[in-house]
């Protein structure tokens, strides 16, 4: 493209003077695409170089003895690399000549710029540490979890991180305080939940005394397999634990103090009603560019607001019927009621105990086995990765709090995991359970993670992008999916289970606009979540908390999902008899993940290409 702008620049000269311009040379469209989709595999590689983190979750080894540099000057060396990049794009190559699955990777590129260009003004406006975010919690999650220990290398790789860790967590004390500096009070539930992950982290031997801590028996573990593989020698181990001694306690754990200091310093004497960035000074800047960055679409608070409230109304119409269903006799809200109060009662909840922890997994595992069986009949990609359930690792679990899902390594090393957290089994009703194995696992965060990482003939940076309102509107999309499935929600509370995680979702359009735009406080969240919806108090208030300190994120799931049953409507009254349920859904999985504008162009050339083979 260069070469044709200068060709351009001389033709416009020739023009002035008066003379016939030649004919420009035509754009090779072959050669074109193929120097672009090579550009951008080099340009991907020379961004996962740039991260040891993602190199890490991607199951690689390159730099394993490193964290990824978080200080403001990074973030914004990154931003203009970014930048550079698309100048380089725009440069030399030509959009209208390529062909779709590259021009919709060049669409991609340049929003996940403009995404991050946009959102450089609110580099301190979030919360650095919150009681769902932050180093304190990740750190470790990433040595105990994702730092895979095959050989002595990888051992003295981790070893390094735990000295990296110490510096990594310091530059984020460093952010953390630069935001207080400039007015940003985090809430003092957040900082007590900081305070107590990050104590537990640095509680127990080598730290303290007593039993070790959760680093500590990680490394031991590690120690111990290579030495029983006969890798290492009792002198290496040995050595190994002084060197791993020396960096956790003088290398992590001065950070963590430092950390601990800064959060009781943080903690308001008399804070009063907590709410969210309504009472920012920004006229909602920072609100909407977040509602933008979470649903990829340009919908108001406003507009989500009244989207919530009707969705809120339909759902309960539906959950009357299931209410008389099953013969309960009273209001809406004593069935909430009822059910929130049945803790103990075997028909709603599993022990509070280890074997009841050990009885959740199992049948969520179950469950996401059976509907396994069915995928074949309603997509045709299928992932190859595999699937656990694990618990929530001790130093990051919290009662109440919503479960997630980490993807598969890219070689196989480490299957996908749905976590749960179950420290306190009356926060994990049984009703809930089906829906949420559905979610996190299939058909829905393994399912489209999994298909979207295993993606061949798409640039690959393409198998590792997300965007909230694709990933999780399809998440909940799968748990409405399920109820076509035979044998899934047999049980008429397991389907009100489903109605209420459908409501979870319509409520948070209510609740996350009312604290950001509407000045509610969490106390008015917390009652109009327990007046909607059938979930405990204690995931209310677990909700709630989150959408305080995570402003807009949870209007991705119903925005999304509503998005994706549309298209599909769309779909069926448009193809009538040719619509081909499985060959829908491999649209919507089979590009990866995308915003919502750029899925619903995908779905329109999908729609218009059967249309022109069965003309």
Known sequence: MRRIAALLTLLAGLAACGETPPEAPPVDAGANADALSAWFEAKYEE?????????????????????????LAAEEAELAWLAG?????????????????????????????????????????DYQFDQMNGAQSFLPTLLISFHTVASPLDLEGLIA???????????????????????????AFALE???????????????????????????????????????????????????????????????????????????????????????????????????????????????????????????????????????FE??????????????????????????????????????????????PDYFGILPKADLVVRRVEPFREQDGAAQHYYPAALDGSRPGIY???????????????????????????????????????????RTQTNFNAYAEGWGLYAEWLATEIDGTYADPYSEFGRLGSEMWRAIRLVVDTGLHAKGWTEEEANAYFLDNGPITEAQARSEVRRYIVMPGQATGY?????????????????????FDIRAFHDTILGGGAMPLTLLEARVDRWIAEVQGSNA
Do not use: C
């Open 47 to 71: 961004q996962l170089e740039r991260s040891p983190i993602s190199l890490t979750f991607l199951g690689r080894k390159d730099r394993q003895g490193e964290i990824d540099d978080l200080s």
């Open 161 to 187: 991180r735990y000295r990296e860790g110490g510096r990594a967590l310091n530059q984020m004390i460093d952010r953390a305080e630069a935001a207080a500096a400039q007015g940003l009070k985090t809430p």
């Open 330 to 375: 009273g209001d809406l809200r004593a069935f909430f009621d009822m059910l929130r109060g049945a803790t103990g009662d075997e028909r709603f909840y599993f022990p509070n105990t280890d074997e009841g922890r050990q009885a959740y997994l199992d049948e969520a595992t179950a469950a996401i086995e059976r509907i396994k069986a069915r995928l």
């Open 558 to 578: 119903k925005i999304g999902m509503l998005r994706i049953q549309a298209l599909r409507r769309k779909a069926e009254a448009a193809l009538g008899d040719a």
């Open 193 to 327: 939940g900081v305070i107590e992950q990050a104590e537990k982290v640095v509680t127990g031997a080598p730290f303290t005394d007593g039993e070790a801590s959760d680093l500590w028996a990680d490394f031991e573990s590690e120690v111990a397999t290579l030495l029983k593989d006969e890798q290492i020698s009792e002198e290496d181990a040995r050595r190994y634990r002084q060197e791993a001694r020396l960096a956790l306690t003088e290398g992590l754990a001065p950070a963590y103090a430092r950390l601990l200091a800064w959060a009781q310093s943080e903690l308001p004497e008399d804070e009063g009603p907590v709410t969210g960035l309504s009472n920012r000074n920004d006229d909602g800047a920072y609100y909407n560019y977040l509602l933008r960055r979470h649903t990829t679409t340009n919908l108001t608070a406003d507009e989500i607001h009244e989207i919530g409230l009707a969705e809120v109304a339909r759902l309960r119409g539906e959950m009357e019927i299931i209410k008389e269903k099953v013969g």
């Open 419 to 461: 976590y749960a957290h179950l420290s306190d089994m009356n926060a994990m009703p049984k009703h809930e359970l089906e829906v949420i194995a559905y979610h996190e696992g299939l058909p829905g965060h393994h399912m489209q993670i999994a298909i979207a990482q295993e993606l061949e003939g798409i640039p690959t940076f």
């Open 85 to 125: 990049t698309v100048e380089d794009l725009k440069a030399n190559f030509d959009y209208d000549t390529l062909p779709q699955h590259l021009k919709d990777s060049w669409d991609l590129w340049v929003y996940q710029y403009e995404r991050a260009r946009d959102g450089a003004a609110f580099r301190l406006a």
